[in-house]
Nanobody, 127 residues
Framework: QVQLVESGGGLVQAGGSLRLSCTAS??????????MGWFRQTPGKEREWVGT????????YNKDVVKGRFTISRDNAANTVYLQMNSLNPEDTAVYYC??????????????????WGRGTQVTVSS
């Protein structure tokens, strides 16, 4: 059984930073072989892709969301992927989810490409 657990969310003022973590566990889950994505969702809206770090550590971002402010990294030894978010604004308020994707699946920006999901962590940015 695979589990992804996000942490690091919270309340931050506009202009501030947060670093989210997502740790994977599961006896049969080879973390280093998976691409890892971050998504976010606000009430009444579709889950929005933020970015993905591939198994080879290459990164792809939703430029409309990130605008050069977010960075995704991974630590394979710790089975953890990170989302560093800087210059946050109230529009970034959302539940942030991490998800895994088999690296051979082409594409990265749709939920259907991802097979395992965390439960999310709330990020609230106050103005």
């Amino acid at each position: 059984q695979v589990q992804l657990v996000e942490s690091g969310g919270g309340l931050v003022q506009a202009g501030g930073s947060l670093r989210l973590s997502c740790t994977a566990s599961g006896r049969t889950f080879s973390f280093s072989r998976y691409d890892m994505g971050w998504f976010r969702q606000t009430p009444g809206k579709e889950r929005e892709w933020v970015g993905t770090i591939r198994a080879d550590s290459g990164t792809i971002y939703n430029k409309d969301v990130v605008k050069g402010r977010f960075t995704i990294s991974r630590d394979n030894a710790a089975n953890t992927v990170y989302l560093q978010m800087n210059s946050l604004n109230p529009e970034d308020t959302a539940v942030y989810y991490c998800a895994s994707k088999v690296k051979t699946v082409s594409g990265h920006n749709f939920r259907s490409f991802y097979n395992y999901w965390g439960r999310g962590t709330q990020v609230t940015v106050s103005s």
